[in-house]
């Protein structure tokens, strides 16, 4: 056989065998897992950000829940003072049938002594 088909013939018969039986590997799944420096700050980053807005999310709903009840007792009270002020325009408006009437009779009184007296 001449120089060139030796060659070629032991090239083909290596590569061959690298193909058919490939080197092992070692199998692990630590470097894969660990996070680098900076997706373990996105995460602190994230657990953070949530944390404060939750809690913004909390101070929200007890400052709208403390204005609908100041707003419920503000109406509340408003119907308590429309109706103290209806009270109180019911009483000035019998004080003053009652001293009206009280001055008709006392009209009439002086008016009769008048009328007795001449």
């Not at 013939?9 to 996070?35: D, N, V, Y």
């Not at 509340?76 to 049938?97: D, F, L, P, S």
């Not at 009779?105 to 009769?112: C, K, L, R």
């Amino acid at each position: 056989m001449s120089f060139l088909t030796e060659v070629t013939a032991r090239r083909l018969a290596l590569t061959s065998r690298a193909i058919a039986a490939p080197a092992p590997r070692h199998f692990s799944t630590s470097f894969a897992a660990q996070k680098s420096v900076t997706e373990a700050a996105k995460d602190t980053l994230k657990d953070v950000d949530r944390k404060v807005s939750d809690k913004l999310v909390d101070g929200i709903n007890a400052g709208s829940n403390m204005a609908s009840k100041v707003k419920g007792e503000s109406e509340a009270n408003a119907g308590k003072v429309k109706g103290t002020a209806q009270e109180i325009r019911g009483q000035a408006k019998g004080k003053a049938e009652e001293l009206e009437g009280k001055a008709k009779g006392t009209a009439s009184e002086v008016e009769g002594k008048v009328k007795g007296s001449m």
